[in-house]
């Protein structure tokens, strides 16, 4: 199994910046494609970013491209979600998700095994 533990949730202004921290531990990981979800009251579990852990590649949703930056620490075994220029539509419970799966299959979120508990991300304006 993989365990996937997220932190650095918590309350923002508007415009402001705040990272998000995945730690990972369990199964060797190193070949897998891990993610960010979100899911916001009401709405269905939406893709905000994922990560080729091996490659480094990325890919970002249209509505967080250019202000959102995933990145991993491989020493730590930990897997960031660097949010700048927040807006009150970011407000979401965000998952770390980790999946053995294709890079191909990275946007959707019932190819991923393994989830973290979420962390609560609210943008006030």
């Known amino acids: 199994q993989v365990q996937l533990v997220e932190s650095g949730g918590g309350l923002v202004q508007a415009g402001q910046s705040l990272r998000l921290s995945c730690a990972a531990s369990?199964?060797?990981?190193?070949?897998?494609?891990m993610g960010w979800f979100r899911q916001a009251p009401g709405k269905e579990r939406e893709f905000v970013a994922a990560?080729?852990?091996?490659?480094?590649?990325?890919d970002y949703a249209d509505s967080v491209k250019g202000r959102f930056t995933i990145s991993k620490d491989n020493a730590k075994n930990t897997m960031f979600l660097q949010m700048t220029s927040l807006k009150s539509e970011d407000t979401a419970v965000y998952y770390c998700?980790?999946?053995?799966?294709?890079?191909?299959?990275?946007?959707?979120?019932?190819?991923?095994?393994?989830w973290g508990q979420g962390t609560q991300v609210t943008v006030s304006s």
């Open positions: 998700a980790a999946a053995s799966t294709n890079w191909g299959t990275r946007r959707r979120s019932n190819e991923y095994s393994y």
């Open positions: 369990g199964r060797d990981f190193s070949g897998y494609t």
């Open positions: 990560i080729r852990w091996s490659v480094g590649i990325t």
